[in-house]
């Protein structure tokens, strides 16, 4: 099988944050939920995830806690942070989210494809339900990071109300995508096709996952390299 460097260091990074404090572990997994929301490369987000972790490490050590460690406050450090961060593409989230959510789908089609009897499921919801999952990330993504800034520039009650908007923009959006614009447009898809579509997707992105991230790996590595005498 090819090497997934991506795949490896968020399983090393997973192996040693298991060991460092419960405390410490809560701001780790605090500050790399925000940073999801800062900058679409998650293998950039594993490797700072890494040093945090050496760091975290060292806290444990010494009797320190992490949050201090990094100036008291988490979200005032990530939005320090940001300006040094590459920002990626959309591409980066379709490597890591696309696989598993798109192979879920697949298998939800599966009752359908054992238990006959039931309507096709429309072709065109199912052709393009992975365009509106790119949509519900970027949307997402685009209100966490301002939300970010809100909280800490103007308080949690207009933090409060701009998550009420975000949600309001979900339910709209998901009115406005609903089965019965859906119903509008004829054609349909037998539940086989759609399992195969959705799969072959998974697959797809899952090999995407490989390439690119490797390919980024290569310029930006996560492992130092060997010494040779």
Known sequence: MLRNEYALLKKANDLSADTLSADNRLVLEDIC?????????????????????DIAARCDLEGRALQEEVGGDTDRFLLELAPDLPRGTPLDYVCIWYPKWLLLLAVLYLPGLLLPGGNDPNLFRVLIGPIHFMLWLLIWAWFQRVALKIKIRYGKWAFALWILLMLTCFVMISLMLSSRLYSGIPGTISYLGAFLYELAWAVGCQCWQVFYYNRYAARHPWQEAPHTP
């Open 33 to 53: 939920r925000h940073l999801l929301c800062l900058t679409w490369n998650c293998y950039e987000i594993e490797r700072i995830r890494k040093d945090l972790i």
